[in-house]
C-alpha cells in the first residue's frame, strides 16, 4: 500500500491496455500476488526487507529517546504480527527488555499510523516508510537495521504467468531496483 499504491499511475501510463485490480486479500484467480512471508530458498524473492526503529518527532520530543536502546520503554514498543523482530534488534544493541509490553498490531497500515500518531516506536523499512521519513512525520532515532527474515515473494496465479502479468512483473522488478 505504502510503496505500491502511489507508483500505480505510471505502471498504467506504461500499459494503458492493461486493467489493473488491486486486491488487498487473497484471491485464488488473481494473475500475480505479492506476499510477505518467510524467504524459500526455491525462490528469487522481489525484495528483502531491513528493519529500523521508527517514531513520529512528536513523541521523540515528548519522550526522549535514550542513547541507548537498553533505556527504552517497553510499554512503547509496537509490534507487528510478534515480538520477535524488537527482539531481534534489541540483540542487535546487546539490549534486553521485556518485549511482551507494549502493542501488538496485525496490520501494517494500523501499526504505522499508530507510530505516526506518537503511540510508541515501530520497526519500519524503506518500502513502508519511505514517503513518511521523507515528509518528517516519521523519524529514525538509530540507525542500526536488522534483515528480516521474511521477504517480498512474487507467485504466480493458478492461471500461469499471462503476457499482462509478465509486463507488470517486469516493471515492479525494474521499479524497485531503480
Request: charged share 20%; aromatic share 8%.
Amino acid at each position: 500500500a505504502y510503496w505500491l499504491a502511489p507508483r500505480l499511475s505510471e505502471f498504467r501510463h506504461l500499459f494503458p491496455e492493461i486493467t489493473l485490480n488491486v486486491l488487498t486479500q487473497s484471491d485464488a484467480t488473481a494473475d500475480l500476488s505479492i506476499a510477505f512471508t518467510a524467504h524459500q530458498a526455491t525462490r528469487d524473492p522481489l525484495m528483502h526487507i531491513h528493519f529500523f526503529p521508527v517514531c513520529a518527532p512528536e513523541y521523540a520530543h515528548e519522550t526522549p529517546i535514550p542513547k541507548r536502546a537498553s533505556d527504552l520503554d517497553p510499554d512503547h514498543l509496537l509490534h507487528l504480527h510478534t515480538h520477535t523482530d524488537w527482539d531481534a534488534w534489541l540483540t542487535t544493541q546487546n539490549a534486553k527488555l521485556d518485549t511482551q509490553q507494549g502493542i501488538l498490531f496485525d496490520d501494517v497500515q494500523t501499526m504505522l499510523a499508530a507510530t505516526t500518531a506518537g503511540q510508541g516506536l515501530a520497526l519500519g523499512d524503506r518500502l513502508t516508510c519511505e514517503h513518511a521519513l521523507r515528509t518528517g512525520a516519521l523519524i529514525r532515532p538509530y540507525g542500526d537495521e536488522i534483515l528480516s527474515d521474511k521477504a517480498y515473494i512474487l507467485n504466480v496465479g493458478q492461471g500461469g504467468k499471462t503476457a499482462s502479468a509478465a509486463a507488470f512483473e517486469t516493471w515492479l522488478k525494474e521499479t524497485l531496483t531503480a
